[in-house]
């Protein structure tokens, strides 16, 4: 990216990219994707980009890197519990590792980090909501890579993927529901279905009809709606 355009222009050329994620359906893997492909992008220097969502104990929940090599960097932090994507996580704000060699803060992290061939780390939190929903990280080759108008660059950026991500982790979420819902009201059709052919055939009434289907169910350990199903099925057949 053009390091001379002013920051608006950088933030607002990723920021047309990423809000076409909520004109469509995507998956929150997909919208990581996009998100860390374009943090590389945003950042000048950065030589590889990660982004990682984490539950309330910090563990990974989902994640996105460029390439192989970010996210061996980014399990070694999950690994030894210690390291700037973890600590931006938890403190929500931004660390930057000018380099990896004689890094104090993670001594165990840098250490093994610096025969990646990378020296150099920015990262920030994901913070949407109130909640912090995990942090977004780049890397570069050189000592130094990074500075203080990265750091701010990264950071805003980072603001606008949390309320992506969070928006697109809702929308998720509510058509999982929504097909939970539609396949719990199929469930209730075909018992009712078979309810309906046991009082036609047996001369029942439903809550005698319903408590047959009950018993059948717990006698042969079967599911009452697989049951149900069966039921139905059969008679369908026979009535061909």
């Known amino acids: 990216m053009d390091q001379d355009l ?3 222009d950088e933030l607002a050329a990723v920021s047309v990219r990423m809000s076409g994620l909520l004109l469509s359906r995507e998956t929150v893997r997909t919208a990581l994707s996009l998100v860390t492909a374009l943090a590389g992008e945003a950042v000048p220097g950065a030589e590889g980009a990660g ?3 984490l539950d309330e104990d910090g563990r990974r929940a989902t994640a996105a ?3 192989p090599l970010v996210q061996e960097l980014d399990a070694l932090q999950y690994e030894l519990r210690e390291g700037p994507c973890l600590s931006a996580w938890e403190q929500r704000r931004v ?3 000018d380099d990896f060699a004689g890094e104090p803060r993670w001594r165990r992290w840098a250490g093994a980090a610096l025969a990646s061939g990378m020296r150099a780390a920015l990262s920030a939190p994901l913070v949407a ?4 929903l995990g942090a977004i990280k780049v890397y570069g080759r050189e000592p130094f890579t990074f500075g203080e108008r990265d750091e701010y660059l990264l950071t805003m950026f980072a603001a606008q993927a949390a309320i ?3 928006n697109v982790r809702s929308f998720e979420n509510a058509r999982k529901l929504s097909d939970a819902l539609v396949e719990q009201m199929r469930g209730r059709d075909v018992i009712s279905m078979a309810k309906g052919i046991l009082m036609a055939r047996e001369h029942l009434d439903e809550t005698t009809a319903f408590a047959l289907l009950a018993r059948e169910s717990q006698d042969g350990n079967k599911r009452l709606r697989d049951l149900a199903t069966a039921l139905v099925r059969s008679t369908a057949r026979r009535d061909r």
């Open 6 to 8: 002013p920051l608006a």
């Open 51 to 53: 982004v990682t969502l």
């Open 65 to 67: 890197a460029t390439d």
């Open 95 to 97: 660390f930057r590792v």
């Open 129 to 132: 909501g109130g909640g912090a």
């Open 164 to 166: 992506l991500l969070a």
